[in-house]
């Protein structure tokens, strides 16, 4: 197997960072973030249809994943333990369709095929596998989330975040009142404890709010999970100057995982391809990816180092130095978007984000 030397070089160092760690104190592990293409589902005329193209999406990436593992443990002499995979890796995202054609053709059932066929990709690799998709939800049947997923080596399902910002598709807090009712408060921010750290997750954009990755930081993430489809590029985009912050101040080390473009729609493929990475907790990016299908954005989690960085007093021990309750009575009382019905299409979101901007230029937040 030919690889650019570009790609040689970022596992080879990847190999070369791995600490000596006494056995079996949070051995070191490599985490990848795999650059994958999406098979998009949105010009197929069935939701049977589509259901055909992701399974063989499925199968298609569950043979990549084992392979990347098969040769990265072989080449660095790591153990692989977690994979993330882009964000909406087997749909793409809802153009023109409705709320309900969408679901039909897209939307996950946590405890249907789709979902044990990824749980199956989990338990014969041997990882724990984090997956973003458009999820049904059994207490919400009129409605879907974008959830990503963690299964663990076993096949289970380790944690099940509903992503809480979205512009156009619906999210907990639309449905607020009766999301508490039903799950309570600590599944709106879920971690997993695992034996490779406390697993968190952060959606997309998601990452361009402080909020959504402290939530979790409160509860002692050590490792988030960062699945994404977003424009790659070497410069300094708001996303990335965001992981960085993200890492920094909640000291945690970030896996952030791109598309390798997006094909069968009429935007062009490579719109959202690219600079996959892996950050550690002082907010120093450890291996990046270029264009396409790879899995050079790979590195060593080393948790004995970053369990021991949050233990030592000092200036940079950020997490330590947290006033959060000081914080909690100003949110309290902020405006924001306000919890309600889910909007149906493109219009209702516009429109209540428009509300929402009325609000906030009412109150002197916005002039």
Same mark, same amino acid.
């Given at each position: 197997?030919?690889? %650019? @030397?570009?790609?040689?070089?970022?596992?080879?160092?990847?190999?070369?960072?791995?600490?000596?760690?006494?056995?079996?104190? =949070?051995?070191?592990?490599?985490?990848?973030?795999?650059?994958?293409?999406?098979? +998009?589902?949105?010009?197929?005329?069935?939701?049977?249809?589509?259901?055909?193209?992701?399974?063989?999406?499925?199968?298609?990436?569950?043979?990549?994943?084992?392979?990347?593992?098969?040769?990265?443990?072989?080449?660095?002499?790591?153990?692989?333990?977690?994979?993330?995979?882009?964000?909406? +890796?087997?749909?793409?995202?809802? /153009?023109?369709?409705? @709320?309900?054609?969408?679901?039909? $053709?897209?939307?996950?059932?946590?405890?249907?095929?789709?979902? &044990?066929?990824?749980?199956?990709?989990?338990?014969?690799?041997?990882?724990?596998?984090?997956?973003?998709?458009?999820?049904?939800? $059994?207490?919400? %049947?009129?409605? #879907?989330?974008?959830?990503?997923?963690?299964?663990?080596?076993?096949?289970?399902?380790?944690?099940?975040?509903?992503?809480?910002?979205?512009?156009?598709?619906? /999210?907990?807090?639309?449905?607020?009142?009766?999301?508490? =009712?039903?799950?309570?408060?600590?599944?709106?921010?879920?971690?997993?404890?695992?034996?490779?750290?406390?697993?968190?997750?952060? +959606?997309? &954009?998601?990452?361009?709010?402080?909020?959504?990755?402290?939530?979790?930081?409160?509860?002692?993430?050590?490792?988030?999970?960062?699945?994404?489809? &977003?424009?790659?590029?070497?410069?300094?985009?708001?996303?990335?100057? +965001?992981?960085?912050?993200?890492?920094? &101040?909640?000291?945690? #080390?970030?896996?952030?995982?791109?598309?390798? *473009?997006?094909?069968?729609?009429?935007?062009?493929?490579?719109?959202?391809?690219?600079?996959?990475?892996?950050? =550690?907790? *002082?907010?120093?990016?450890?291996?990046?990816?270029?264009?396409?299908?790879?899995?050079?954005?790979?590195?060593?989690?080393?948790?004995?180092?970053?369990?021991?960085?949050?233990?030592?007093?000092?200036?940079?021990?950020?997490?330590?130095?947290?006033?959060?309750?000081?914080?909690? %009575?100003?949110? =309290?009382?902020?405006?924001?978007?306000?919890?309600?019905?889910?909007?149906?299409?493109?219009?209702?979101?516009?429109?209540?984000?428009?509300?929402?901007?009325?609000?906030?230029?009412?109150?002197?937040?916005?002039?």
């Amino acid at each position: 197997m030919s690889l %650019p @030397r570009r790609a040689v070089l970022a596992m080879g160092l990847a190999a070369a960072a791995a600490p000596a760690t006494a056995a079996n104190a =949070d051995p070191p592990y490599l985490a990848i973030a795999l650059q994958l293409t999406c098979d +998009a589902v949105n010009a197929d005329a069935t939701p049977e249809a589509a259901r055909e193209r992701i399974g063989r999406s499925i199968t298609r990436v569950g043979a990549q994943v084992r392979a990347s593992i098969g040769f990265l443990r072989g080449f660095t002499g790591v153990e692989p333990r977690l994979v993330v995979l882009p964000e909406y +890796a087997f749909t793409g995202f809802p /153009s023109s369709e409705s @709320r309900a054609l969408w679901q039909a $053709k897209a939307a996950f059932d946590p405890g249907g095929r789709e979902y &044990e066929q990824l749980a199956s990709v989990a338990q014969a690799t041997k990882v724990y596998l984090a997956v973003n998709a458009y999820a049904t939800d $059994k207490a919400f %049947p009129d409605l #879907y989330f974008q959830a990503t997923t963690i299964f663990s080596p076993s096949g289970e399902t380790m944690l099940h975040y509903r992503r809480m910002i979205s512009l156009f598709a619906p /999210s907990p807090f639309d449905v607020w009142a009766r999301f508490l =009712d039903v799950y309570g408060y600590d599944a709106a921010f879920p971690v997993a404890r695992t034996e490779i750290g406390t697993l968190a997750a952060i +959606a997309s &954009e998601e990452i361009l709010y402080p909020e959504i990755a402290r939530m979790t930081a409160m509860k002692g993430a050590e490792v988030y999970v960062h699945p994404t489809s &977003e424009v790659g590029s070497p410069d300094l985009t708001p996303k990335e100057i +965001a992981r960085r912050a993200r890492s920094i &101040e909640n000291m945690a #080390y970030l896996v952030s995982a791109n598309s390798a *473009g997006i094909t069968g729609t009429p935007i062009p493929a490579a719109s959202t391809d690219g600079m996959s990475k892996v950050i =550690d907790f *002082g907010g120093k990016v450890m291996a990046v990816a270029g264009g396409g299908e790879t899995l050079v954005a790979n590195a060593v989690i080393d948790l004995a180092a970053l369990r021991s960085a949050r233990r030592r007093a000092g200036m940079s021990n950020l997490t330590s130095r947290q006033p959060w309750s000081a914080y909690a %009575p100003a949110y =309290d009382k902020a405006e924001g978007v306000k919890p309600g019905v889910a909007p149906l299409d493109r219009a209702d979101a516009t429109r209540r984000q428009t509300e929402t901007i009325r609000r906030l230029i009412e109150v002197g937040v916005i002039r």
